[in-house]
């Protein structure tokens, strides 16, 4: 039985809420959760849009809206045509990286490094995408023509002109020390993408060793033209530096607080950690904010990824403050001086739509339609395709937002060959995962684990019979904890296996740069097969 009537309850209950909510003095940290890195923003009178990277998921780059700062609604993906984005094999740290976002008369630009899947989607390294309307269609990618490194941005001048920005290790010489790059600008054709000057290098971070020099933007404030940049890798050693010069061109200066912005001084256990890839935006008000990274470890762990945080700065001449007086990102602070915008945000999908929602992700570009919506329900066709290869399998998941959630569907699933499987799964990548499956006469509990990162186990924790065609089947994560379960219905739940690691499922074991997703997945296991799936809702909800 469908979930209508719960959803029409729930949708007006909050909504009501909602509309009855005292506008909160204070707004809570990450302002946009889960798997929500490398944030750009820029605004466009009273509204706020932002982008994020989005590595070997497809579609690509994630855009938000908002109001207020903190209220962000996906209103679509920047890279949602095969022909934009063709991905069959990068890996988990491969794929799309550090978009940037900035408008200019009338047209939206996205600028982003594309890496590690050269031959399968013929990547340049850096491209830009244009619209009219945020929501989209974007153009196809322009290729920038002999561009260097990664990480770009675009700048104009008051003359006009504009500017490529990006971070290198390719130009300049040989490193000085260990993982010195450096932030390079050109002046760029965005008619052509051909670069028209040569690079002129613009630092290599603000003190002797710094590393990977990254993520530059550049802002015209108070007359001087401020650089801003990451350094110390996107882990534990992450930082924000700020630089200013006379000319775009430089020579920029270090300013004399430096780093601006970093929480590695207080150790791998605070609350927010790896703070760093910044971006700022100015509101109508003539406020600063400050869009960055940053995780919520828990024992030193992450299995979110890097998530979306805001913070105040403001500005000293042409040095910026973070979070003036505190000099952190906090869990919670202090609201913009914005209109209160909250919105209505879905925890149930019943797949009533004529295609799938802008939260939905498949891992790597599909490059065949091997799902669809019917009749409410969604069916996934059964593949040899298995989701511990690298490779485009039958999955469509979304990302963990929450330290403490709840995942459930219920799954339509009938077959007599016992490598046919459907169900859930939660992963990190091909190698670090937990799947949760209907075969032909059980429930399955497995767990998928790369030792030393060399080799793939896969260990089967739990199997207990089940015959009927449908299952309705739960997940639950509680911190470090994950709990799996299956039933006839959705109020009597048996757990399967024991509590598990969720740690599997962190960077910090399973490397690459993405965050945990849930969803759902079907496979014949390299067999074809002519069976499908059918899911009739799925539900994800704190």
Same mark, same amino acid.
């Given at each position: 039985?469908?979930?209508?009537?719960?959803?029409?309850?729930?949708?007006?209950?909050?909504?009501?809420?909602?509309?009855? +909510?005292?506008?909160?003095?204070?707004?809570?940290?990450?302002?946009?959760?889960?798997?929500?890195?490398?944030?750009?923003?820029?605004?466009?009178?009273?509204?706020?849009?932002?982008?994020?990277?989005?590595?070997?998921?497809?579609?690509?780059?994630?855009?938000?809206?908002?109001?207020?700062?903190?209220?962000?609604?996906?209103? #679509?993906?920047?890279?949602?045509?095969?022909?934009?984005?063709?991905?069959?094999?990068?890996?988990?740290?491969?794929?799309?990286?550090?978009?940037?976002?900035?408008?200019?008369?009338?047209?939206?630009?996205?600028?982003?490094?594309?890496?590690?899947?050269?031959?399968?989607?013929?990547?340049?390294?850096?491209?830009?995408?244009?619209?009219?309307?945020?929501?989209?269609?974007?153009?196809?990618?322009?290729?920038?023509?002999? %561009?260097?490194?990664?990480?770009?941005?675009?700048?104009?001048?008051?003359?006009?002109?504009?500017?490529?920005?990006?971070?290198?290790?390719?130009?300049?010489?040989?490193?000085?020390?260990?993982?010195?790059?450096?932030?390079?600008?050109?002046?760029?054709?965005?008619?052509?993408?051909?670069?028209?000057?040569?690079?002129?290098?613009?630092?290599?971070?603000?003190?002797?060793?710094?590393?990977?020099?990254?993520?530059?933007?550049?802002?015209?404030?108070?007359?001087?033209?401020?650089?801003?940049?990451?350094?110390?890798?996107?882990?534990?050693?992450?930082?924000?530096?700020?630089?200013?010069?006379?000319?775009?061109?430089?020579?920029?200066?270090?300013?004399?607080?430096?780093?601006?912005?970093?929480?590695?001084?207080?150790?791998?256990?605070?609350?927010?950690?790896?703070?760093?890839?910044?971006?700022?935006?100015?509101?109508?008000?003539?406020?600063?904010?400050?869009?960055?990274?940053?995780?919520?470890?828990?024992?030193?762990?992450?299995?979110?990824?890097?998530?979306?945080?805001?913070?105040?700065?403001?500005?000293?001449?042409?040095?910026?403050?973070?979070?003036?007086?505190?000099?952190?990102?906090?869990?919670?602070?202090?609201?913009?001086? *914005?209109?209160?915008?909250?919105?209505?945000?879905?925890?149930?999908?019943?797949?009533?739509?004529?295609?799938?929602?802008?939260?939905?992700?498949?891992?790597?570009?599909?490059?065949?339609?091997?799902?669809?919506?019917?009749?409410?329900?969604?069916?996934?066709?059964?593949?040899?395709?298995?989701?511990?290869?690298?490779?485009?399998?039958?999955?469509?998941?979304?990302?963990?937002?929450? *330290?403490?959630?709840?995942?459930?569907?219920?799954?339509?699933?009938?077959?007599?060959?016992?490598?046919?499987?459907?169900?859930?799964?939660?992963?990190?990548?091909?190698?670090?995962?937990?799947?949760?499956?209907?075969?032909?006469?059980?429930?399955?509990?497995?767990?998928?684990?790369?030792?030393?990162?060399?080799?793939?186990?896969?260990?089967?924790?739990?199997?207990?019979?089940?015959?009927?065609?449908?299952?309705?089947?739960?997940?639950?994560?509680?911190?470090?904890?994950?709990?799996?379960?299956?039933?006839?219905?959705?109020?009597?739940?048996? +757990?399967?296996?024991?509590?598990?690691?969720?740690?599997?499922?962190?960077? #910090?074991?399973?490397?690459?740069?993405?965050?945990?997703?849930?969803?759902?997945?079907?496979? %014949?296991?390299?067999?074809?097969?002519?069976?499908?799936?059918?899911?009739?809702?799925?539900?994800?909800?704190?």
């Amino acid at each position: 039985m469908k979930k209508v009537i719960l959803k029409i309850i729930f949708c007006f209950l909050f909504g009501s809420a909602l509309q009855a +909510q005292e506008e909160p003095k204070n707004f809570q940290n990450p302002v946009i959760p889960g798997f929500h890195p490398d944030p750009s923003i820029t605004r466009v009178g009273g509204d706020y849009y932002l982008v994020n990277s989005s590595f070997n998921m497809f579609p690509g780059i994630p855009i938000f809206h908002s109001k207020d700062l903190v209220n962000w609604q996906q209103i #679509g993906n920047v890279l949602d045509r095969p022909e934009q984005l063709m991905m069959k094999n990068p890996g988990n740290g491969g794929g799309i990286w550090a978009p940037t976002i900035r408008y200019h008369e009338g047209l939206f630009y996205v600028i982003v490094t594309c890496k590690q899947c050269i031959n399968e989607c013929g990547c340049g390294d850096n491209f830009y995408v244009t619209a009219k309307d945020p929501k989209g269609p974007w153009s196809n990618p322009i290729w920038v023509d002999k %561009s260097y490194g990664i990480d770009p941005t675009i700048f104009w001048d008051d003359d006009g002109k504009s500017y490529y920005v990006g971070s290198t290790h390719d130009i300049g010489g040989p490193q000085q020390w260990n993982s010195q790059d450096r932030i390079y600008i050109s002046e760029i054709d965005l008619k052509t993408g051909k670069l028209q000057t040569e690079p002129i290098i613009l630092t290599t971070g603000h003190a002797t060793n710094a590393k990977y020099a990254e993520g530059p933007h550049i802002y015209k404030i108070n007359n001087k033209y401020v650089l801003l940049i990451s350094e110390g890798g996107t882990w534990n050693n992450h930082a924000i530096t700020a630089f200013e010069a006379n000319k775009v061109t430089g020579p920029y200066t270090p300013t004399q607080v430096n780093p601006v912005l970093t929480h590695r001084h207080l150790g791998i256990d605070f609350s927010v950690t790896t703070v760093g890839h910044a971006d700022l935006v100015q509101t109508q008000n003539g406020d600063w904010w400050s869009v960055m990274l940053a995780c919520r470890p828990i024992d030193g762990n992450y299995y979110l990824g890097r998530e979306t945080f805001l913070t105040p700065v403001k500005f000293e001449g042409t040095t910026p403050i973070f979070n003036e007086g505190k000099g952190q990102v906090m869990l919670e602070d202090k609201r913009p001086n *914005l209109p209160w915008t909250p919105f209505d945000k879905k925890v149930i999908d019943e797949f009533l739509d004529n295609k799938l929602g802008f939260e939905w992700n498949f891992i790597r570009t599909p490059l065949e339609k091997w799902y669809q919506l019917k009749n409410g329900t969604l069916e996934i066709a059964l593949r040899p395709e298995k989701i511990t290869d690298k490779n485009n399998p039958s999955f469509i998941g979304r990302r963990f937002e929450y *330290l403490k959630s709840k995942t459930v569907t219920k799954l339509n699933f009938k077959t007599s060959k016992e490598n046919e499987v459907a169900g859930l799964v939660a992963l990190q990548n091909e190698n670090y995962q937990y799947q949760l499956l209907k075969s032909k006469n059980s429930i399955q509990l497995i767990k998928v684990f790369n030792k030393d990162r060399k080799v793939q186990n896969i260990e089967h924790i739990a199997n207990m019979p089940y015959t009927n065609d449908a299952v309705f089947l739960k997940i639950e994560n509680e911190n470090m904890k994950l709990r799996f379960y299956f039933g006839l219905n959705d109020t009597d739940f048996i +757990q399967i296996g024991q509590d598990q690691d969720a740690s599997v499922l962190s960077s #910090g074991v399973a490397g690459g740069f993405i965050g945990a997703y849930v969803g759902m997945y079907a496979s %014949s296991n390299g067999v074809k097969s002519k069976n499908s799936a059918s899911f009739d809702w799925f539900e994800y909800k704190p």
